[in-house]
């Protein structure tokens, strides 16, 4: 069993989904830490992620456990979970009552990640999705604001009010990203 705790670990399970996603021909593309550290941040050190096209998830499925991996169909309706190596890797197709769609996985770019090319969630769905899981019982600014210092410049600052909008708890972000002045690019700050 791999050591969760071991980046090396998590990065070799998510190369190995990543190559099994491709081969089966599942959209998808990698979110959640993975992405942040794909795009220049630091990677989580709990699970990898990746969306998946709502249509897909049973294409994706179907590829790991004919792959020999361990499934799991957990109560909450917008995710599966798949263990690869003792590794936990979430297959999300749903992100905040939005199925994960063809216009989400456009704006994903082909990256090199670890030695492996796919797609990789854009640093605007990425902080849309971060700011959206905001609420009364969770409302800790610190990992937000470090992917935001981090991928600053990768990120369509409209897109994420207009996707947001609704949340009072980004709302709040927002303003607080703009009073640091990190939520603008180097040309609106001249």
């Known amino acids: 069993m791999t050591d969760n705790s071991e980046p090396g670990g998590l990065l070799a399970s998510m190369k190995h989904i990543a190559a099994l996603l491709i081969k089966a021909n599942v959209r998808f593309a990698l979110a959640g830490s993975a992405a942040v550290y794909a795009r220049g941040g630091t990677f989580g050190q709990h699970d990898v992620d990746f969306v998946v096209h709502v249509d897909d998830v049973a294409k994706a499925l179907e590829a790991a456990m004919e792959a ?8 909450e309706e917008w995710l599966v979970k798949v263990y690869e190596q003792g590794n936990l890797v979430d297959l999300i197709f749903r992100c905040h009552d939005h199925p994960v769609d063809d216009a989400m996985l456009a704006r994903a770019d082909i990256m090199m990640v670890a030695a492996v090319e796919m797609p990789v969630l854009s640093a605007s769905d990425l902080l849309i999705a971060k700011l959206l899981t905001l609420s009364t019982h969770h409302c800790d600014f610190a990992e937000p604001l470090l992917m935001v210092r981090v991928l600053r410049e990768q990120i369509d600052w409209d897109l994420v009010r207009t996707a947001t909008k609704n949340s009072p708890y980004a709302e709040a972000f927002l303003l607080l990203a703009k ?12």
Do not use: K
Not at 68 to 75: A, D, K, T
Not at 179 to 190: C, F, G, V
């Open 179 to 190: 009073r640091l002045d990190i939520s603008s690019t180097a040309e609106e700050r001249l």
């Open 68 to 75: 020999g991996l361990s499934v799991e169909r957990p109560p």
